[in-house]
């Protein structure tokens, strides 16, 4: 990508972040938002500005941090994969770490815990599954065979789905399954200015580290005997990308549910 497509690129997305912060439900006045920032750069007391700066700093402004990461992390996760496994239809859930972490939000859901643990349980669960996945493929084929590392991603991704079902059925119906299941559906609303602090600098560092790693993941597109001749430790990078892919695919999954479709 030239210099001048990514300067544009940046420019849209800013202007979508500050469209977005603009729009919604309780709209102001261009005079009032004028007013407010005004205020806002000059030190001013917000004393009259309440209900705007918690409407836009404490519940926008979090939501659309949430979208821009959540894409960027399941975006380059998916380009990641679809380089390393040299196919275009890959997804970032192929290993399983979105059924995974449905399964730890649902988990964690049944048992009533508080929001963290269930953001911790969401986190742990997708890595276990991404583990059995590669647990089944190190069993079945030491080379490191893609094809079997795949089917050990679909078994993996089918068994905590399994085991997702058997949850929701014995889950109160009044109570914790309709949390699972508009959570399964994926949503921005869970999103807190909290867990956005938190999580910020981590996925950016995932971002920047699979971003980083473009020239191995171009020498693994041109199949892994190539990649080899051309120096590249497959079995390392495929490792660190499944690894760091994985990290920040299972922390969208804590922030939003699961939205797959972006990879």
């Known amino acids: 990508m030239s210099k001048r497509?990514?300067?544009f690129l940046a420019l849209l997305l800013?202007?979508?972040?500050?469209?977005?912060?603009?729009?919604?439900?309780y709209g102001f006045s261009?005079?009032?938002?004028?007013?407010?920032?005004?205020?806002?750069?000059?030190?001013?007391?917000l004393k009259d500005f309440e209900v705007m700066h918690t409407l836009l700093l404490e519940i926008r402004l979090p939501r659309i941090l949430a979208c821009v990461l959540i894409g960027a992390s399941l975006a380059i996760s998916g380009a990641a994969y679809q380089a390393m496994f040299v196919n275009p239809l890959v997804s970032p859930s192929i290993l399983g770490v979105l059924s995974g972490a449905g399964f730890g939000a649902a988990v964690g859901m049944f048992f009533k815990l508080n929001e963290y643990l269930i953001q911790l349980s969401t986190f742990g669960f997708g890595f276990?599954?991404?583990?059995?996945?590669?647990?089944?493929?190190?069993?079945?084929?030491?080379s490191g065979s893609v094809i079997v590392l795949?089917?050990?991603?679909?078994?993996?991704?089918?068994?905590?789905?399994?085991?997702?079902?058997?949850?929701?059925y014995a889950a109160d119906p009044n109570d914790a399954l309709p949390a699972i299941t508009y959570f399964l559906m994926g949503s921005l609303g869970f999103a807190s200015k909290s867990f956005?602090?938190?999580?910020?600098?981590?996925?950016?560092?995932?971002?920047?580290l699979l971003a980083l790693s473009g020239k191995y993941l171009n020498a693994l597109s041109l199949g892994e005997e190539e990649a080899k001749s051309l120096g590249v430790n497959t079995t390392r990078v495929k490792i660190f990308i499944?690894?760091?892919?994985?990290?920040?695919?299972?922390?969208?999954?804590?922030?939003?549910?699961?939205?797959?479709w972006i990879g």
């Open 196 to 208: 956005i602090q938190i999580s910020i600098l981590p996925m950016c560092a995932g971002i920047l």
């Open 242 to 260: 499944i690894l760091v892919a994985t990290f920040v695919s299972a922390l969208s999954v804590t922030i939003a549910g699961i939205i797959g």
């Open 128 to 142: 276990l599954a991404v583990a059995v996945a590669l647990g089944i493929s190190a069993l079945y084929s030491r």
């Open 5 to 7: 497509a990514f300067a």
């Open 14 to 25: 800013a202007l979508c972040v500050a469209g977005s912060l603009l729009l919604g439900k």
């Open 150 to 168: 795949v089917l050990g991603g679909v078994i993996s991704g089918s068994l905590f789905t399994s085991l997702l079902s058997v949850l929701k």
């Open 30 to 45: 261009a005079g009032d938002y004028a007013r407010y920032v005004t205020a806002l750069l000059r030190g001013e007391s």
